[in-house]
C-alpha cells in the first residue's frame, strides 16, 4: 500500500439508459439489472477516522454504522482508495486558532468562506487514525489531505484554493480509471467537494449516499446535494450495486 501526502445530482442510478449518458462512458458491468464494479471504477473510501465516530472531537451522527458496509462494499472493487484528514496542529481551519471564534462559525480566508472546526485528525494523533473494524486489504493508495497549515482541504483531489492537486487525478488516469465511486464521511464536505473535483477533471463520480453521513450545519448537506446534482453527479444506494 503506498502513501501519499500533500499540501493540500438527485435521483438513483436506476437504469442502463441513465448511466449510458454521462460522459466518457461508464466503465462498468450490469448484472441481473445491477451495476458490477470493474477495471475502469474506483471506490474513494473517504475520512473513516476516529475522530469523525461519535465520541471523536468532531463526531459526524452515526459515522460508526457505515464501516462495515463499506467492507462489504470495497470487496466489489480492485482499485481502493482510502483518505486521511491529516491536519497540522494549529490548522488554519480550527476554531482554536481564530480567537473569539467559536467551532461551526464562518471567517473569511484568502480562498474563500472557511467553516471553522473543533481540532481534529491532527497528524499522528489516536483521532486521525483510521476507523477500528475499517478492513480493506487490498486498498492500494491512501492520499493524506489538509495538512497545509494556511489552506484547509476537503476534496481528496485539490485543496481548498482550487490551485494545489494531490496527483489522485493522474494516478487514476494512469489505471484507465474513469468513473469514481465515493462513500465515507462527511457527505456534505469531504465526499461531495471530492465528487466535485472529481466532475472538473474529467470523472464520471458517483456518491454511494447510504454508505455516508453528514454533518448537516447551516444547511449544508442540501447545499451539497444541489451542487452535486447540478455538476452532474450521480446519487445511488449501494443495493444497485452487484
Partial sequence: MTIVTRRSALGAFGALAATAALPGGIGTAFAQGKIKPGPKDALIVTDIQKCFLPGGSL???????????VNAMAKRFQIVILTQD????GHISFASSHPGKKPFETVKLPYGTQVLWPDHC??????AELAPGLAISHAQLIIRKGHNDKVDSYSTFVEADGKMKTGLDGYLKSRGVTTVYLCGLATDFCVAWSALDARRLGFNAVVIEDLCRGIDTQGSLAKAWAAMKAAGVKRIDSSALA
Avoid at 59 to 69: C, F, H, L, Q, R
Fill in 59 to 69: 463526531a459526524v451522527n452515526k459515522g460508526d454504522e457505515i464501516v462495515s458496509p
Fill in 86 to 89: 491529516w491536519h497540522t496542529p
Fill in 122 to 127: 491532527v497528524q499522528g494523533t489516536e483521532g
